[in-house]
Nanobody, 115 residues
Framework: QVQLVESGGGLVQPGGSLKLSCAAS????????MGWYRQAPGKEREMVAR???????TYAEFAKGRFIISRDNAKNTVYLQMNRLKPEDTAVYYC?????????WGQGTQVTVSS
């Protein structure tokens, strides 16, 4: 089993940046997939970016060129650097992992983009 703890959300103005962190309770080398999703009010949860292997990444179209997913294996932490944020990026951002067939979600962190 894996526990995930997110941090780094908050209020930011349009055009600003935020960096989210997700700390896993076990080594990420044993986790098959790890990444970020988001859910805006009244909308379905959607993938933002994820590692599908230790080095292979996948991004949603809206995230390409603005968001960067990265990892620090020594800290068992995955990051999401979000740049040039837009009001439509406002959502709860969730960390997700797939470990031994079990899908795990963090508690979520709120990101609000507003002037």
């Amino acid at each position: 089993q894996v526990q995930l703890v997110e941090s780094g959300g908050g209020l930011v103005q349009p055009g600003g940046s935020l960096k989210l962190s997700c700390a896993a309770s076990r080594s990420m080398f044993s986790i098959n997939v790890m990444g970020w999703y988001r859910q805006a009010p009244g909308k379905e949860r959607e993938m933002v970016a994820r590692f599908t292997s230790s080095i292979t990444t996948t991004y949603a179209e809206f995230a390409k060129g603005r968001f960067i997913i990265s990892r620090d294996n020594a800290k068992n932490t995955v990051y999401l650097q979000m740049n040039r944020l837009k009001p439509e990026d406002t959502a709860v951002y969730y960390c997700n992992s797939l470990y031994r067939g079990a899908n795990t979600w963090g508690q979520g962190t709120q990101v609000t983009v507003s002037s």
